[in-house]
């Protein structure tokens, strides 16, 4: 039963480096988020997804892309990382349906990335 | 756009005590989601309790409750019989199901609760 799954839990990039955070669910889940949550501070969406091939912009992509070609994957990419993007990164997923657990997002154990 | 307001950055009980945390939303839409998730030291996201707007009755988890107001778009968090497990950040959550920004889950910026022994 592993629900939502991150990898790497722990990574340290330098200055102009790029990377990928990979985030896996194996609920079926249709709809797919990526948060980042810099010290202290609550959630703020990067992007989402309501279904394979459809993604959008939340409160701050800049700097960031993503992709879901399949339910189960939605990484979210760094290109040419910067000292602001030094946070823990948090991938949830979720039905949004009537079903029991059908409204309840799920979330993974997250990403902290350290750019030096 | 969607906006959660949780004005209380930071609380304390005495252990057995209540205490109550605030937050407020502000959205156009009338079918909705509200929720409180909670986060310990282990960083992990854990769903508190849950309230579909369309339901007037207040959400009810053991000691956890809510008191959701639809018309001062206000939504707090009573937790009972406070326990030294309740020690972590309250995060208050919204989700719109239908209209503009629909399935966008927006959270607030967290209340840090401190259980004192």
């Known amino acids: 039963n592993a629900g939502v799954t991150q990898t790497p839990k722990f990574r340290i990039l330098k200055i102009g480096q790029s990377m990928t955070l990979q985030c896996t669910q194996d609920m079926n889940h249709n709809y797919m988020y990526w948060y980042r949550q810099d010290p202290g501070m609550g959630l703020k969406l990067i992007y989402y997804s309501v279904g394979a091939g459809i993604t959008d912009k939340g409160e701050v992509p800049n700097g960031y892309n993503v992709s879901r070609s399949t339910t189960e994957d939605f990484p979210l990419r760094l290109e040419l990382a910067a000292p602001s993007q030094t946070s823990v990164y948090f991938c949830?997923?979720?039905?949004?349906?009537?079903?029991?657990?059908?409204?309840?997002?799920?979330f993974g154990q997250g990403t902290r990335l350290t750019v030096v | 756009a969607q906006t959660v307001t949780q004005s209380q950055p930071e609380m304390s009980v005495q252990e057995a005590e209540t205490v109550t945390l605030s937050c407020t939303y502000d959205t156009s839409e009338s079918n909705y989601y509200l929720f409180w998730y909670k986060q310990p030291p282990s960083r992990q996201m854990i769903l508190v309790i849950r309230?579909?707007?369309?339901?007037?009755q207040n959400a009810t988890e053991n000691r956890f409750s809510v008191n959701f107001q639809k018309a001062a778009k206000s939504f707090s968090l009573k937790i009972s019989d406070s326990q030294l497990g309740d020690t972590a950040m309250y995060f208050c959550?919204?989700?719109?199901?239908?209209?503009?920004?629909?399935?966008?889950?927006?959270f607030g910026k967290g209340t840090k609760l401190s259980v004192i022994p």
């Open positions: 949830a997923s979720s039905y949004w349906d009537s079903s029991p657990y059908g409204t309840e997002a799920f």
């Open positions: 309230q579909e707007a369309y339901k007037q």
């Open positions: 959550a919204f989700l719109v199901v239908s209209g503009a920004g629909s399935y966008q889950l927006t």
